[in-house]
């Protein structure tokens, strides 16, 4: 495997597409061998580019024969570190952090969300599925029990910093970000936003357009 610092940020984004991919095909479509070809064209991806984003991190498949479907999952999985269950804490118990713990999709990818943290008295206390909401006052005892190392924030924009901050002294290395803000934060930490409002403005944007063009006003 090439050092993972020379490996570009665009193939490691594609590679949960070739997971969930051969998942589908694995489980559900009983496939056995695949080509680059054929997984390319499933994502919309040249079959050259899959070769060369696996070509990064090893020899996976036969030249003329293809990839050996349960194989290539279980190497990428690996690769991901979805091989194994990634506890996580998430804060802010309103209806996306209730949704996120309800979500089970992210059970196949190694996610599994075991605590929810907030400030309000009047969430504290209440059960997510099977999940008791327990005061933001917990979470470096939530941290240090459950060997965390993933937090998730969704609360609103203005209280975002403050809770990155709790997370991070109480020992969290990686935030999954849904607050519409950009937090600031050590450079070991790793950050990924979620900024829901940028998406669907986004979308309008292109909508609108398309109209305008239409009538060409």
């Not at 991919?21 to 040249?46: N, Q, T, Y």
């Not at 802010?92 to 599994?112: C, D, Q, S, T, W």
């Not at 941290?143 to 109480?170: F, H, K, M, Y």
Request: with cysteine; net charge neutral; hydrophobic share 40%.
């Amino acid at each position: 495997m090439k050092n993972r610092d020379y490996i570009p940020k665009a193939t490691i984004e594609r590679l949960p597409l070739y997971y969930r991919c051969l998942d589908k095909m694995a489980v559900f479509d009983g496939e056995e061998v695949v080509s680059s070809k054929e997984l390319g064209g499933r994502l919309g991806i040249p079959s050259t580019q899959v070769r060369k984003d696996l070509s990064y991190y090893g020899e996976f498949g036969r030249r003329g024969v293809g990839y050996d479907v349960s194989g290539l999952k279980k190497s990428i999985g690996k690769i991901l570190g979805v091989d194994r269950v990634w506890p996580a804490v998430l804060v802010g118990a309103g209806n996306l952090g209730r949704a996120l713990v309800n979500y089970e999709g992210f059970n196949k990818m190694g996610l599994n969300i075991v605590s929810v943290l907030d400030a309000d008295l009047g969430k504290i206390g209440n059960k997510i599925d099977d999940i008791t909401v327990e005061s933001i006052k917990e979470v470096e005892r939530v941290v240090r029990d459950g060997s965390i190392e993933l937090g998730i924030i969704t609360v609103p924009g203005n209280a975002a910093q403050e809770v990155a901050d709790e997370l991070i002294n109480a020992g969290i290395k990686s935030i999954w970000n849904f607050a519409p803000t950009r937090l600031i934060v050590p450079k070991d930490i790793i950050v990924r936003n979620e900024d829901l409002a940028v998406g669907i403005v986004s979308l309008i944007y292109h909508l609108s357009w398309n109209k305008h063009d239409k009538h060409g006003g």
